[in-house]
Structure formats: C-alpha cells, structure tokens
C-alpha cells in the first residue's frame, strides 16, 4: 500500500512565478490536509479538503493561496506570485474516512520543499 | 481556536536513559493527540497517538498520557537510543473540527552514546 505521495520533492520559483505542489493521499483515504513549515518552526494547518470540497481553509493566507481536490488526481495547492517568505516545507497529510476506527489519523507524505529566490 | 504549548525545546539525554516531553492544550473539546517524529529533512511520522477516552496507552518503549483535567499530554521515551534522535512534535486535534491539527513548536531530542 502506497504511502501519501508528494511532487515535486524540491521546487525552486523566482519571485512573482507561480508555485504547484501535487499530493496523493493513500488508498482508501478521502480526506486531505495541507500543512506549512517554516525553517526550524512547527507544523502550520492551511487547509482541509475531501473530495470536490475545501471543507475547512481557515489557515490559508487570503490572498495568492488556493487549493482544490478534484474528483480524479491529486490535490493541488497552488501559490501564485510567489515571495520569498513562501519559501518553506509544504507537507500534505491524508486519513482514512470519517467515522472508521482510525479515522483520526494523519499520515504526511515526504514534503515538497519550496524555494523562492 | 486551539493553542498547544511543547516543552522543553531541546533534551538531551544519555543513552539509555529516559526522556520526557510535555505538552498542553486550550481547547477542552479536543479529544485526539498524536504524536509525531520527524528526522532532518524527512517527513513527520505518527508513532503513537491517544483518544481522550483514554489515560494511558504504551507501545513498547514509547508511552503517551493524558490528563484531561489539566489539559495536558506527555511522551515518555524509556531505554532511549541514538537513533531516537529526532524532532518531536505533539499535536492536538477534535473531531468537531475535522480533525484539523494544531502543533505544539516541537521538541529536539539528542541522545548522546
């Protein structure tokens, strides 16, 4: 069973470019989070999807932040007009579907490592 | 919303000695505390959790508690090794939420041959 998977593993933009991460949660899991970390810092929430839904983007920056999770592939966080403070780690987490014994869990994939020169 | 406080913020401990780090959390309807383990550069990586039905739960040399009352969950790491050696973050999340999780900034562990 593969794990939740992460591309690209290291993404360079200039400032103003914009930046894709793609994730795949694991089989079977519908639920997807994204999260940031910042150089020497802690994990971040941004934003919770499921399919089709963005069900909680509480902690995504207003503007140039958007994320989606379309019936079919991968979730995609997308940065447009990238600043150097965007330069992080971005890890998205997946879970199984509500209600199921470990339906709590987060599993992270290995991280796309984003920086902005 | 939830905040999360970790300390100490860096351990370090002689081999085979234990370690212990703690955590407290604000949200008295959080019900669910992971902990994870990253190492440099690589991914966090869940190695036990607790549900707030639950004291205490152990998994070999690994042990998380929790006291709801006081709002606050602790890891107990016994017979460390070097490869122990990581980042350790707690975390606390309620179902109500969607299980989103809040961080505590991490605790970076040292274990010394």
């Known amino acids: 069973n593969a794990g939740v998977m992460q591309n690209p593993r290291h993404l360079v933009r200039r400032r103003g470019q914009e930046a894709r991460l793609r994730c795949s949660p694991m089989k079977g899991h519908s639920h997807v989070y994204w999260y940031r970390q910042l150089p020497e810092e802690g994990l971040k929430f941004m934003v919770y999807l499921q399919k089709e839904n963005i069900i909680d983007e509480s902690g995504m920056p207003k503007e140039r932040f958007s994320a989606e999770f379309p019936k079919e592939g991968p979730s995609i966080l997308r940065i447009q007009q990238v600043v150097r403070g965007d330069s992080a780690a971005y890890f998205c987490a997946s879970s199984p579907k509500a209600g199921g014994l470990n339906s709590y869990e987060q599993y992270f994939g290995p991280g796309t490592r984003l920086t902005v020169t | 919303g939830e905040n999360v406080e970790q300390h100490p913020s860096t351990l370090s401990v002689q081999e085979g000695d234990s370690a212990v780090i703690k955590c407290t959390y604000s949200d008295s309807a959080s019900n669910y505390f992971p902990w994870y383990k990253q190492e440099l550069g690589k991914r966090p990586q869940l190695i036990i959790d607790?549900?707030?039905?639950?004291g205490e739960k152990k998994d070999q040399r690994i042990a998380v508690t929790l006291n709801k009352t006081a709002k606050h969950f602790s890891l107990h790491i016994t017979e460390t090794q070097p490869e122990d050696s990581a980042v350790y973050f707690c975390?606390?999340?309620?179902?109500?939420?969607?299980?989103?999780?809040?961080f505590g900034g991490g605790t970076r562990v040292l274990v010394k041959p």
């Open positions: 607790i549900r707030s039905n639950v």
């Open positions: 975390a606390a999340s309620r179902e109500a939420a969607g299980n989103k999780l809040t």
